[in-house]
């Protein structure tokens, strides 16, 4: 299953790239909705190959979670592997720059079952669909409206 958005937010490739692709900023959502998330070897900085592991309840269960950036290529490209229990998830995220300050950002999340409790899930999934389809574009808009936001501050400042 698939599910794919698009948004054109008015801000540089650079810093629309730098702000979507900010792992650590996922890290840190996570924890705040109860998940137990470390870093794997302590990394400081984002290149291809970081990971996290940890656990995360989802539906009632604590469940093992994984996840790697397998492709990070400035400005263009950034993809994340994620594995949580028998589910996994592929998200990937492109910049087009439109013009000097209006970039396209693309984000398609794949997500695969490798066992039949996952099928179970995702066979949910698949029923609410356009639900989750509708909260994937609204949490892509209002992270666009606030880089945006944060880009025009940092402009005023100089």
């Known amino acids: 299953m698939i599910f794919e958005t698009r948004e054109e937010v008015d801000v540089p490739r650079d810093f629309a790239f730098w702000r979507f692709a900010d792992f650590t900023r996922y890290e840190q959502a996570a924890r705040g909705y109860g998940a137990e998330i470390r870093r794997v070897n302590g990394f400081t900085e984002m290149t291809e190959g970081v990971s996290w ?3 995360v309840v989802v539906r009632g269960k604590t469940r093992g979670v994984e996840a ?3 492709v990070l290529n400035p400005p263009e490209r950034a993809q994340m592997q ?3 229990g028998g589910m996994r998830v ?3 995220l492109t910049f087009e720059e439109l013009a000097p300050e209006k970039t396209l950002v693309r984000a398609s999340a794949q997500l695969k079952a490798t066992t039949l409790g996952a099928r ?3 066979q949910t999934v698949k029923l609410a669909r356009k639900k989750v389809q509708g909260k994937i574009d609204s949490r892509i808009v209002a992270l666009g409206n606030q880089f945006e936001n944060d880009y025009r501050r940092q402009q005023r400042r100089g």
Do not use: A, C, K, P
């Open 90 to 92: 592929d998200v990937d």
């Open 68 to 70: 790697t950036v397998t």
């Open 53 to 55: 592991r940890g656990s």
């Open 82 to 84: 994620t594995v949580v």
């Open 120 to 122: 179970l899930i995702l």
